[in-house]
T-cell receptor
């Protein structure tokens, strides 16, 4: 079975602190895709990044960075110098193919990040 | 941003009444999905569609049906609403990529309250 675990249910930090959100996945597929989404208090779901299993390069986008390590089945997300606007629930997801080769996402339960001023 | 709209955005209904939620896209993406989001459960897939008239069940499909008669519209119907179906419902769309793994883009969500 494929599974995504976000062990941190809630994290609270003070503004300007760095914070890392953990994501550990399980899959038997050799080709798979990992995603991070953000859900701010307003409720919409915002796509942040997609990574395929053949690309282990770390990604940096402004204050956001992602560390993909196949050896530990992890795809962790770091926010550097956090800001109040980063307060949100963050979801990690894994793409799996069903018997008909149609792709679906397996979702973690999310990590709620509160950045306090 | 992907062009996805959901209607209605908010709905209050009574137990036993039928409810239809609509998802409309302007991106011509093949895949469309319906999720529900509840505290402690994250996002759970209800049904999805991989083409016009092609649909399949997700992990929480009981009590729900879907239809897709054209590429741009995906309807979710609660045949007889129950209080356990009170939730926030999200529609998502996804393009096809070689090897799979297309990104899902989400609509704004519909808040449904079943009294």
């Amino acid at each position: 079975a494929q599974k995504v675990t976000q062990a941190q249910t809630e994290i609270s930090v003070v503004e300007k602190e760095d914070v890392t959100l953990d994501c550990v996945y399980e899959t038997r597929d050799t080709t798979y895709y990992l995603f991070w989404y953000k859900q701010p208090p307003s409720g919409e779901l915002v796509f942040l990044i997609r990574r395929n299993s053949f690309d282990e390069q770390n990604e940096i986008s402004g204050r956001y960075s992602w560390n993909f390590q196949k050896s530990t089945s992890s795809f962790n997300f770091t926010i550097t110098a956090s800001q109040v606007v980063d307060s949100a629930v963050y979801f990690c997801a894994l793409s799996e193919a069903d018997a008909g080769n149609n792709r679906k996402l397996i979702w973690g339960l999310g990590t709620s990040l509160a950045v306090n001023p | 941003d992907a062009g996805i709209t959901q209607s209605p955005r908010h709905k209050v209904t009574e137990t036993g009444t039928p409810v239809t939620l609509r998802c409309h896209q302007t991106e011509n993406h093949r895949y469309m999905y319906w999720y529900r989001q509840d505290p402690g459960h994250g996002l759970r897939l209800i049904h999805y569609s991989y083409g016009v008239k092609d649909t399949d069940k997700g992990e929480v499909s009981d009590g729900y049906s879907v239809s897709r008669s054209k590429t741009e519209d995906f309807l979710l119907t609660l045949e007889s609403a129950t209080s356990s179906q009170t939730s926030v419902y999200f529609c998502a769309i996804s393009e096809i990529l070689a090897g799979g793994g297309g990104t899902q883009y989400f609509g704004p969500g519909t808040r449904l309250l079943v009294l």
